[in-house]
């Protein structure tokens, strides 16, 4: 069993920056894949990053990419979404997942944290 916790939202001005981050309890954190996630009012869910056990294989969604970084700390266990140059269009709740194998689906992970707000105003 899995459990995520994310923090860092918030409300920011275009071209702002924000640095998420996500907790997770797992005794055995460093054998999951993490990614992050968001869903737009009146969206579907949809792929923001991913991250492999060792960093060495990352995934972003084209429209992220060059703006946001995503990174973990397997000794601390977590994980972090840079973003920065935000724009309206990133206003979303962002949530934090874990995954048994590498995927950039949604429903592939299998844990998922409650989320956390970010808006990004005009």
């Known amino acids: 069993q899995v459990q995520l916790l994310e923090s860092g939202g918030g409300l920011v001005q275009a071209g702002g920056s924000l640095r998420l981050s996500c907790a997770a309890s797992?005794?055995?954190?460093?054998?999951?894949?993490m990614g992050w996630f968001r869903q737009a009012p009146g969206k579907e869910r949809a792929f923001v990053a991913a991250?492999?056990?060792?960093?060495?294989?990352?995934a972003y969604a084209d429209s992220m990419k060059g703006r946001f970084t995503i990174s973990r700390d397997n000794a601390k266990k977590t994980v972090h979404l840079q973003m920065n140059s935000l724009k309206p269009e990133d206003t979303a709740v962002y949530y934090c997942?874990?995954?048994?194998?590498?995927?950039?689906?949604?429903?592939?992970?299998?844990?998922w944290g409650p989320g956390t707000q970010v808006t990004v105003s005009s």
């Open positions: 997942a874990a995954a048994a194998r590498w995927s950039v689906v949604g429903s592939q992970y299998d844990y």
């Open positions: 797992a005794q055995t954190f460093s054998n999951y894949v």
């Open positions: 991250v492999n056990w060792n960093r060495g294989l990352t």
